[in-house]
């Protein structure tokens, strides 16, 4: 595995609607995408284009949300996990479960509609590290 | 203003010889600068590259340094700041107060030896966010 580029920056937020404002006002964000549910992972998701990379706000759906769970101790919100891209997601987790690193669950389709994986943060310096199969298309 | 390249990722961490083994040996990382001290601002700081940004390994230089207190918290590291790139950081400053942000101190010479400033969490969605001009030969 060769450290792929970052796809993107998750951060949770209370309020996409307010945090989008704040990257708009503050940064003079304009690429801007519509928010949408990801009902499996208990979570509303909007990104926010850089550049060279983009900013995933996220938004829990419900109280049973990891994201609220991360509120609850930062309720203002705050950066949440970094995601990279891979060219295999099956060939990642191999590698890493091979190293000892844990794995959270099997791959599964994450917001840009490819597999995605994430990593316990204790094998990772705290950090939750999402690993996300690059596009084909090569969008991001 | 207009939202610029994300530059770089500041992750807070005990050891960046004991980080710099985990992004080598999990996530393939093969352009790992040489550490170097920040002592005006309390730190020690490596740059991992990934292909589209970098990731800034901060560690504390002493028991007074702001990243010292970041580890009394979260004492196995975690993200720090997200650092965007401006064109000209005195036009930024003067926005951001006129919009009403509060900015941390006057502009100085950050990790990468362009001016820097930051903009306080409380005013960014518990973000803690770096504005740093973009070297004028291109080097990031």
Do not use: W
């Amino acid at each position: 595995m060769t450290l792929g580029r970052l796809n993107h920056v998750g951060v949770a937020t209370p309020s996409i609607e307010a945090s989008v404002e704040t990257y708009r006002n503050l940064l003079g964000a304009t690429a801007i995408g519509e928010p949408f549910d990801l009902p499996d992972q208990g979570v509303r998701v909007c990104f926010v284009d850089a550049p060279n990379t983009q900013v995933e706000l996220i938004q829990p759906l419900d109280e049973a949300s990891p994201i609220a769970g991360f509120l609850k101790k930062s309720p203002a919100g705050g950066q949440h996990h970094l995601c990279f891209e891979v060219p295999d997601i099956h060939v990642a987790v191999a590698d890493l479960v091979a190293k000892g690193a844990r794995v959270l669950g099997a791959p599964r389709i994450g917001a840009h509609g490819t597999p995605i994986v994430f990593v316990h943060p204790r094998d990772f310096g705290g950090l939750l590290i999402e690993l996300m199969e690059t596009p084909r298309d090569g969008s991001h």
